[in-house]
């Protein structure tokens, strides 16, 4: 027997009970990220050789890759893979008929509908 490659293996319908989350989660990531980008940007402009930079927009840019690290965290911490975050694609282990897959769900769809092999990737999506 193939050993499983995750601890957490999701229902369909406990994946579809953490959507409101995920997309909650999804949208906060692309909103700090988008912040992380223009801190980066400004910081970038400042930055001079023998120059310390400090103050309040280190700090925000500190702040932010925090925030960042936690939303993703809650991903982790349930073995959600987050495939492609601007796509909203999301993938929840789960066995079926008695596989390790995974359940495939976008932010456009209302619902998820599509499964693949774990290493078969969003061209692999088969419907349920």
Same mark, same amino acid.
């Given at each position: 027997?193939?050993?499983?490659?995750?601890? /957490?293996?999701?229902?369909?319908?406990?994946?579809?009970?953490?959507?409101?989350?995920?997309?909650?989660? $999804?949208?906060?990531?692309?909103?700090? +990220?988008?912040?992380?980008?223009?801190?980066?940007?400004?910081?970038?402009?400042?930055?001079?050789?023998? $120059?310390?930079?400090?103050?309040?927009? *280190?700090?925000?840019?500190?702040?932010?890759? *925090?925030?960042?690290?936690?939303?993703?965290?809650?991903?982790?911490? +349930?073995?959600?893979?987050? /495939?492609?975050?601007?796509?909203?694609?999301?993938?929840?282990?789960?066995?079926?008929?008695?596989?390790? *897959?995974?359940?495939?769900?976008? /932010?456009?769809?209302?619902?998820?509908?599509?499964?693949?092999?774990?290493?078969?990737?969003?061209?692999?999506?088969?419907? $349920?």
């Amino acid at each position: 027997m193939t050993p499983r490659r995750f601890e /957490k293996h999701y229902t369909l319908e406990e994946a579809r009970a953490l959507l409101p989350q995920v997309r909650a989660w $999804l949208e906060q990531l692309i909103e700090l +990220r988008d912040g992380f980008n223009r801190l980066e940007s400004a910081l970038e402009q400042r930055m001079q050789p023998g $120059l310390d930079l400090g103050g309040g927009l *280190v700090n925000l840019w500190a702040r932010t890759l *925090v925030e960042l690290r936690e939303v993703l965290l809650e991903f982790h911490r +349930r073995e959600i893979q987050l /495939k492609d975050l601007d796509r909203g694609l999301i993938d929840f282990p789960a066995i079926l008929n008695g596989r390790e *897959v995974f359940l495939c769900w976008e /932010k456009n769809e209302d619902d998820i509908r599509f499964w693949h092999d774990l290493d078969a990737g969003y061209a692999g999506r088969e419907p $349920l």
